[in-house]
């Protein structure tokens, strides 16, 4: 019997034990190189009508393992583990973009994403235009014969709206466009391929790890894009690769399946940008995957129950979270996040400025003031004068974020805890205003 579940997958898929000790647990290959069978090997090796471990940098057996199962949880058929999530994004991109080219981007980004896209993509000359997915069209309206992929966060925050997977899928489709999702803040409660997603990034920093201990990203092909069909939009992968002895991408991983995209990404960037994942790391991401079913579910639980209290709370002003915000399309909600609606609240406190969400936040006890989400422990950050900060004013604006914003990534603790330290810290934010007057 073989597992179908993404509860199981994350669980058993691509590893039972390991071949020469039969440990279960999944070990750290801490090698940096691997002793060839001979010289013939080597070349197999190298000319790709093998697969099989040459050096760290490019592939490693611990990273294989996390790879197969980030692929099977997500549904995808090929993954390629990363140092970070902005690894993982900007690999996404250059894998298919050159100067020149350009992608249609969402407006509601990640804030190091925004910085990515709107500037070090700009300086090596693929241009970013930026659209409000608000309406799915404006990707279309956007796009021309120069562009090489849609990209979006299923569920971006400052605004907690869900991006419109399948709208924006069906116009990529219909132009022969790959959408790429990053789909960090909803593993498990959204799979983006089940909508008609193409590429997924993940930074598996965040809910994967989920214990706040490794910087790592990883990309995941669905499998369903049909490079070769678009191979006038897609010469990278279609036209032969000076930089790997002329191997046409399509053509050269046939015999492996629908790999072509994952295969380049790690042959040419990962080789020759260095992006590598540590094992040590990626132990540590096997061992979050394997609870991360049952995290999401406690995650969007507590969430679910800050969202009400706040709501429901004289002293704030607005809540937002996912199916609960006045301008939300609830429509969205439902058809996408159909396994919970994530861990993430945003609020903003009555007549606030910042300085009344600076107090908010010093005035926590047990919640955490960090720059991360999808940390077992709730944290809670400031974004205007924290991870937004860089952006200009009608930037930060695009994205969401007001000056009295206050974003909470809702932990697994008891939710008594965690609504007790929020009640105590929204009385001294307040108080502090009173005092103020
Ligand atoms: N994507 C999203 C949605 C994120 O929130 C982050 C980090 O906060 C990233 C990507 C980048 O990930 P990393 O910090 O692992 O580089």
Redesign the pocket.
């Known amino acids: 019997m073989t597992p179908t579940k993404p509860e199981s997958l994350a669980l058993h898929a691509g590893y039972r034990a390991d071949p020469t000790t039969n440990a279960v647990a999944v070990p750290i290959y801490q090698t940096t190189s691997y002793q060839f069978e001979d010289s013939a090997h080597a070349a197999r090796l190298f000319e790709l009508s093998e697969m099989g471990n040459i050096y760290t940098r490019v592939m490693n057996p611990t990273n294989d393992i996390f790879e197969q199962r980030m692929a099977a949880v997500e549904g995808g058929a090929a993954a390629l583990a990363v140092s970070?999530?902005?690894?993982?994004?900007t690999l996404s991109i250059l894998n298919i973009a050159e100067t020149g080219d350009n992608i249609v981007s969402s407006t509601d980004?990640?804030g190091?994403?925004w910085n990515l896209f709107a500037n070090t993509l700009k300086t090596m000359g693929i241009e970013v235009r930026f659209v409000d997915p608000a309406d799915p069209e404006n990707f279309r309206r956007a796009s021309d014969a120069r562009t090489r992929a849609f990209y979006a966060?299923t569920l971006?925050?400052p605004k907690l709206q869900v991006f419109p997977i399948r709208e924006v899928a069906d116009i990529a489709e219909d132009i022969g466009l790959p959408l790429i999702m990053?789909n960090?803040?909803s593993p498990v409660i959204c799979r983006p391929f089940d909508h008609g997603a193409h590429i997924i990034?993940h930074?598996?920093?965040?809910y994967i790890g989920g214990h706040g201990n490794s910087?790592?990203?990883v990309i995941i092909d669905g499998g369903t894009f049909d490079w070769e069909q678009h191979a006038e939009r897609f010469p990278m992968l279609n036209q032969p690769d000076p930089s790997y002895h002329g191997a046409v991408w399509t053509v050269a991983t046939k015999e492996l399946g629908p790999v072509a995209y994952i295969v380049k990404a790690r042959c040419t960037l990962l080789r020759d940008l260095g992006t590598a994942l540590s094992p040590f790391n990626t132990f540590n991401f096997i061992q979050g995957l394997e609870t991360l079913s049952l995290r999401m579910r406690e995650h969007c639980r507590n969430a679910q129950a800050v969202a009400d209290y706040l709501s429901g709370d004289s002293r704030v002003a607005k809540v937002i979270y996912p199916g609960m915000t006045p301008d939300d399309r609830s429509e969205r909600t439902e058809k996408y996040l159909t396994e919970g609606r994530g861990g993430l609240v945003g609020f903003e406190i009555k007549d606030a400025t910042e300085e009344t969400g600076a107090r908010f936040i010093d005035s926590l006890q047990m919640i955490y003031h960090v720059?991360?989400?999808g940390d077992t422990r709730t944290l809670a950050i400031h974004p205007a004068s924290t991870?937004h900060q860089q952006l200009k004013p009608e930037e930060r604006l695009a994205t969401g974020v007001t000056p009295g914003y206050l974003r909470l990534s809702v932990g697994i603790e008891h939710i008594d805890d965690i609504l007790a330290d929020l009640d105590q810290a929204l009385n001294a934010a307040v108080a502090g205003k009173a005092k103020a007057a």
């Open positions: 970070s999530g902005q690894a993982a994004t980004l990640y190091g994403t966060e971006p925050n990053d960090t803040a990034v930074s598996a920093t965040k910087i790592g990203g720059a991360n989400i991870t």
